[in-house]
């Protein structure tokens, strides 16, 4: 019914940047929570950022102050800015949202594929 889709990942140098996009299309009624996630090999999946639909942020400790997170409601996409990369931002981001679908007034959550974010040292 929705289907999220993730682009912008790549290989870049360490203090470079990248810009995440994730692009929601479907039977979408309302997005609620947008968020990013990662996980990197070996290790367990893990929340990066997230965007309220009224525009409330909150991102983990660890990218504090290098990433940001946005929306464009009206094109039902999200976005990670991601300056200052790190080695260990090295990983398989992960979009997610919490979608209220249509005729249903219920709540899905949806991930997508996932896009590879390489930081080389």
């Known amino acids: 019914q929705v289907r999220l889709v993730e682009s912008g990942g790549n290989l870049v140098q360490a203090g470079g940047s990248l810009r995440l996009s994730c692009a929601a299309s479907g039977r979408i009624f309302r997005i609620n929570t947008m968020g990013w996630y990662r996980q990197a090999p070996g290790k367990q999946r893990e929340p990066v950022a997230a965007?309220?639909?009224?525009?409330?942020?909150n991102y983990a400790d660890s990218v504090t102050g290098r990433f940001t997170i946005s929306r464009d409601n009206a094109k039902n996409t999200g976005y990670l800015q991601m300056n200052s990369l790190k080695p260990e931002d090295t990983a398989v981001y992960y979009c997610?949202?919490?979608?209220?679908?249509?005729?249903?007034?219920?709540?899905?959550?949806?991930w997508g594929q996932g896009t590879q974010v390489t930081v080389s040292s």
């Open positions: 965007i309220a639909s009224g525009g409330s942020t």
């Open positions: 997610n949202a919490e979608v209220v679908v249509y005729y249903s007034g219920t709540v899905y959550e949806y």
